[in-house]
Every structure is written in structure tokens, then in C-alpha cells.
């Protein structure tokens, strides 16, 4: 009798050891439009063959076998504002909290893209240049007509020495998978035909630009900043050599450089300059906005600037992400990356969604990362010397009592860190669909150990009840207006 008990119980057991091994566990984490709830884990989800539950409900499906771009990572700029800010005006406490915060897996959210300005950028104390033959004022920094240092003897990295190098290895040390990209916003004045690092005369607004005598010198410029770098301890990943080179701005550093120009520089002076110090980063063409297509394939064709540019740079302040689609088809073996996608005061609605959406979006269009302005601005979206007086860094230091500041969070933060937490280098971009008559829009990706990351967005007004399909099985959900969720399963 006690044998042919235990036969239906030893069944039993066989049934729920099958049915769980069926079932996958997907783990969730959300963030609201209004942050009360910000990568927030929810109870687990689990895939299975079991026939679910609202069958009608829109399916997201996603596919391994589809396989796209490879993704370099998600990430900010540690401008001279923010590094300022964080070494500056924050205790070591603090200091150390905050970089965890962005830099760090398990108490932040693992940020793999620093895209650093040579140099000052509107988001900057002071104008400054690594080879000042100028007078340093609040709004301009100009040569005396007739002053060069083509051999770059007054070189000096002095300015970052003091604390955007020093905070760089610090965040380097939490996450040394960091991927570091330079760009200058200026050549120093005496490089451009006007000898100020403003882009264009405040009043007749003439953009200024890169003297042609002065290419040898500018490439040498370059190369002499990433040799300092990595002699400090920061090695370099990447290259842009202009800051939206379309734009000359009349209130901070900047320069036109047209297309052909860049294409000239490229072929005829950085590339020998970096051969010659047996330097390899990355070097992106373009560097500005999704509305001038034109401009990298212009550079890309060239024979010898095509030979040295690894892909083109956008930025999103015109045009659409679409166009880096059109760009992978026309040089499939050049990459894409977003290089700047600034927040700030400008935006209304739900800026949240908007801001998740944009990621999507340029992730189903082959950029390899997503990278916005500044890490940090404080409770004035500063500090600044001129330009952006309304950009929001991913963090605001609030100063308003000096002796007690405060680090808030803001929702880029949270875009980011949907994805960037989840991703591991060497994530690639798999299959997913949106489903019709939805506002659902989402992006997949598999990290290199196998787990599948889906980054989902409720891009509408009211809930959504959502299946998750995965093979042969799915998972039903519930998605609240405007929010994104990120799921996560092992195949």
C-alpha cells in the first residue's frame, strides 16, 4: 500500500518539475513618468507554453536569430561644469556617491560612454584651451594678432590635471569598461582665422575657421591630448575632431568645419599624424545633427578620409534617426553612434516617454550608443560661459544652501539606465517587433552570456496589457501610461 501511494505523489512531483522547467523567470523593472517608481523590480513574470491569459493583447516578439549592431554603450559628457561641480562643490562622501551612482552596476546604473570636451564647451567655467596664447576673460579667450606656437610649445594639460582627469580615473576605477571619446568644441585661437575660440564674431556672426596653414599643428593638438590622457591613466576610445562643425556659436567655443575640410584634414594631417605616434581610437566623422546627411558621406567617400573614419557621429537637434539606416545601407561597414542628445527646460509634455522613445529609436537605427550632454548641471543648469543656459545634466547638484548640496537624479538618468544597468559589453541588438495600432515601441538586445534584455515602452496615454513572446512561449504584463520596463531572461 505505502508503494503504490507514493507512485501518484512521485508523479505529481515529475509534472511540477516539468511544467518549471517550462517556465522561464523573467525579471522586471519599471519607472513611471512621474518617478515613484524609478528602476523600481517588480514581481517576476515567467515565460511559458501555458496558454495565457488575454491572448488579444498586443505581442511583442522577440527573435535571437535576427542579430544587428554590436553596442558600444549609453552614457554622458563629464564636462569642465560637471567635473567642477563634483570635485569642487561636493564632499569626497558625496564625490564618491555620485559616480557610483552613474558609473557603478550595483548601486548605479554601469554608464559605458564619456564623450569629453577638448577644451571648453558652453557647459565650462572658464574658456580654456590646452595652448593659450590669450587673455582669459569671461566671455572670450583671442590671440594677439601675430602670436602661434605651431611646434606646441605651451602644450598643458594644467587645466584638466586639476579635476576632470582626476574624477575621469575615479569613475574609471568603478567601471573600467568605460568607453572614453574626445572632441574639441575649439582649436585654440590661434589655429582659426579670427584668433578667438568663439565659432563666429558676436557681431557680423562670420563662423570663424581652421587656418589651412594650421592643419599640421591642430593634428599634432590632437594627438599630444591623447598621449596626455593615457599617460594620466585614461586611455582613449574615440575621436570626433569638431563639435558640431555646421555651427559656428557667437557665445562659446566652436568652428565651422564644411565637409570637404574635414575630409582634407582627415586625409592630408591626422591620418599620417596618428601613424606617426602609432595611435589607433576610433575616429568619427561629422560629429552634428541627423538633418545634414550629406556632410559624412561626403567625408566617407573621400579615399583617404574614408580609410581613417570608423563611422559617422549624430547628434539629435534636427532630422530624424532614420537616417542612420540609410547610412548603414550606403557604408554597411562603417558604424553609427549619437553622440549628443541634450534634455533640458525647452521640453514639455511627457518628456519621459519622449526621451525613451528617441533611445529606441536609435538603437532599431544602428547607432552602436546613445550618449546625451552632461552628466551634471546645478539647480541654474550650470555653470556656463555662454550657450546652453537651460540644459539638464543627468544628475542636478543643487547649491541652493552650499554647505548641504544636493544630488538629485533626473529622468534622463533613468532613460539611460533602463538599458546601460542591463547591457554588458558586448551586448548586440536582436530582433523585436512593435506592434501594429499600438503605442508600444521597444528595442531588444542579448548580452555576450546569453540573457536577453527587452526595453519596453507605454508610449500612450492610458495602461497596457502586453504579451511578451520568446520561442514558444509567452508572458503576459501590464505596462502603465508612459512608462518603461526592462525584461529580463535567461533563453
Not at 567617400?301 to 574614408?306: E, I, L, R, V, W
Not at 507605454?458 to 508572458?475: E, L, M, P, W
Request: with cysteine.
Amino acid at each position: 500500500m505505502l508503494r503504490s501511494a507514493l507512485i501518484p505523489a512521485c508523479l505529481a512531483l515529475a509534472a511540477l518539475a516539468t511544467t518549471a522547467a517550462a517556465a522561464q523567470s523573467v525579471a522586471v523593472y519599471q519607472t513611471t513618468p512621474d518617478l515613484l517608481e524609478a528602476l523600481s523590480q517588480r514581481e517576476n513574470l515567467h515565460l511559458s507554453t501555458k496558454k495565457a491569459e488575454s491572448e488579444t493583447a498586443p505581442l511583442i516578439t522577440v527573435d535571437e536569430t535576427r542579430r544587428f549592431q554590436e553596442i558600444d554603450g549609453f552614457g554622458a559628457s563629464l564636462t569642465d561644469a560637471a567635473a567642477w561641480l563634483f570635485a569642487k562643490k561636493l564632499s569626497p562622501r558625496q564625490n564618491d556617491a555620485v559616480l557610483k551612482t552613474l558609473f557603478g552596476r550595483k548601486d548605479g546604473i554601469a554608464l559605458t560612454m564619456l564623450r569629453q570636451p577638448i577644451g571648453s564647451s558652453d557647459l565650462a567655467v572658464t574658456f580654456y584651451s590646452y595652448d593659450d596664447l590669450c587673455e582669459q576673460t569671461a566671455k572670450a579667450c583671442t590671440t594677439p594678432a601675430g602670436v602661434t606656437d605651431p611646434n606646441l610649445d605651451h602644450f598643458s594639460l594644467k587645466h584638466d590635471e586639476e579635476y576632470i582627469l582626476p574624477e575621469l580615473k575615479k569613475a574609471l576605477a568603478i567601471n573600467p569598461g568605460i568607453h572614453i571619446m574626445l572632441t574639441p568644441w575649439s582649436p585654440p585661437g590661434w589655429m582659426k582665422s579670427t584668433g578667438s575660440m568663439l565659432g563666429s564674431n558676436p557681431e557680423t556672426k562670420t563662423p570663424s575657421s581652421l587656418k589651412p596653414e594650421s592643419f599640421p599643428a591642430f593634428a599634432s593638438y590632437l594627438v599630444k591630448t591623447i598621449q596626455g590622457y593615457q599617460a594620466a591613466g585614461v586611455p582613449v576610445w574615440a575621436l570626433s575632431v569638431q563639435n558640431e562643425p555646421l555651427y559656428g556659436p557667437p557665445t562659446y567655443s566652436g568652428m565651422q568645419m564644411l565637409a570637404d575640410e574635414q575630409a582634407k584634414f582627415f586625409g592630408e594631417a591626422l591620418a599620417p599624424a596618428l601613424a606617426a605616434a602609432h595611435l589607433t581610437p576610433k575616429v568619427m566623422a561629422y560629429d552634428h545633427n541627423w538633418d545634414r546627411p550629406d556632410y559624412p558621406e561626403t567625408v566617407l567617400k573621400d579615399p583617404k578620409a574614408g580609410a581613417l573614419a570608423a563611422g559617422t557621429a549624430w547628434h539629435h537637434y534636427g532630422g530624424d534617426p532614420s537616417v542612420m539606416t540609410k547610412n548603414h545601407e550606403e557604408f554597411p561597414l562603417k558604424d553609427q553612434w549619437v553622440t549628443e542628445s541634450s534634455g533640458g527646460a525647452w521640453q514639455k509634455g511627457n518628456v519621459f516617454s519622449d526621451e525613451a522613445a528617441e533611445l529606441i529609436a536609435v538603437m532599431r537605427n544602428w547607432s552602436r550608443g546613445y550618449v546625451l550632454w552632461a552628466l551634471a548641471t546645478d539647480q541654474n543648469h550650470g555653470p556656463f560661459v555662454g550657450g546652453c543656459d537651460t540644459c539638464r545634466g543627468l544628475v542636478t547638484i543643487d547649491l541652493t544652501d552650499p554647505d548641504h548640496p544636493k544630488v538629485k537624479p533626473e529622468l534622463d538618468y533613468y532613460v539611460l539606465g533602463h538599458a546601460s544597468k542591463f547591457l554588458l559589453p558586448g551586448a548586440v541588438r536582436i530582433g523585436s517587433n512593435e506592434p501594429e495600432g499600438t503605442q508600444m515601441k521597444d528595442v531588444a538586445f542579448q548580452n555576450p552570456n546569453g540573457a536577453i534584455v527587452l526595453y519596453a515602452l507605454n508610449a500612450g496615454t492610458a495602461s497596457q496589457v502586453i504579451r511578451i513572446g520568446f520561442h514558444d512561449k509567452k508572458a503576459v504584463t501590464t505596462l502603465p501610461a508612459g512608462a518603461v520596463a526592462t525584461f529580463i531572461w535567461k533563453p
